[in-house]
């Protein structure tokens, strides 16, 4: 007799949908304490995932971690059919890998096993994720077991002038997010015009350069906050000028204040 202990539980899933987008869409892009896993079933998309840039065709599944910014658009001139999926879960989180992977037959077969689950969950108006998802549960978690094995075959981000520089910049605000940094400073420092800065962003991550630059900050606010530190140590570290200085950015970006939001 072999015991069998279970590694890896997904233990909710908040998102399962299957959606056709135009040829030109391009969504603004997040980040939210959830995985995410992505399966293009038709056409061609345009992935960001942290600093880097990728492509994805048919059959191709990509897997954000938590925390993680991504984006993405429609690559080409074409309708681009996705199947999305948002989870939590506990285990051994090692065992979820990340990155993009090429669908082989036994995987395919599984993704095609939990699009007929979420569309058909669509079509039942009583279909609750925590009542009625252990089916769809079990196959996406057998579907990461086995993309886990291939971890190591993550396909490479795209490697293009634009894609590059986007990635250099991001890299940038990323070693950056204590700076305080206005727009000058970085065209400044990464010897770039405010009009190609602008242009990247708007492609890359949907967003503004200073919105995607705020965005990283308040993570690392949260972070700071989530280790203890109070409100002035917190200004301090980041370089804001006064706590005061600091609550305002953090109200505006976020919609609360610090001592209220849920972290």
């Not at 490697?159 to 990635?167: A, G, I």
């Not at 242009?199 to 203890?228: D, Q, T």
């Not at 370089?239 to 609550?247: A, D, E, G, L, T």
Request: charged share 25%; hydrophobic share 35%.
């Amino acid at each position: 007799m072999i015991n069998i202990s279970q590694k890896l539980s997904i233990e909710k899933l908040h998102t399962a949908f299957v959606n056709t987008y135009e040829k030109d869409f391009n969504f603004a892009g997040e980040h939210h304490d959830t995985w995410e896993i992505g399966v293009i079933r038709l056409g061609n998309a345009g992935i960001t995932s942290g600093t880097q840039v990728y492509d994805c065709s048919k059959d191709e599944i990509f897997i954000h971690q938590p925390g993680v910014f991504h984006n993405v658009w429609a690559n080409k001139n074409e309708k681009v059919r996705i199947l999305t999926i948002s989870f939590t879960a506990s285990g051994t989180i090692s065992l979820i890998p990340h990155g993009k992977f090429k669908l082989n037959g036994n995987e395919l077969t599984l993704v095609n096993m939990i699009e007929k689950e979420i569309l058909s969950s669509r079509d039942n108006p009583n279909f609750t994720f925590d009542d009625d998802g252990q089916v769809l549960k079990n196959l996406i978690e057998s579907l990461l077991l086995l993309l886990y094995r291939r971890k190591d075959e993550t396909r490479q981000h795209k490697k293009e002038v634009k894609t590059n520089l986007f990635s250099d910049v991001a890299t940038f605000l990323e070693q950056s997010v204590d700076d305080a940094l206005t727009i000058n400073d970085i065209c400044a420092q990464k010897a770039i015009g405010r009009s190609t800065l602008k242009n990247l962003f708007k492609k890359y991550a949907g967003w503004s350069i200073m919105k995607y630059y705020n965005s990283l900050r308040i993570k690392r606010a949260v972070e700071l906050m989530r280790e203890g530190l109070n409100l002035s140590e917190v200004a301090e570290k980041m370089n804001f000028s006064s706590q005061n200085y600091f609550s305002s950015f953090f109200k505006r970006e976020t919609g609360v204040t610090p001592s209220h939001y849920d972290y």
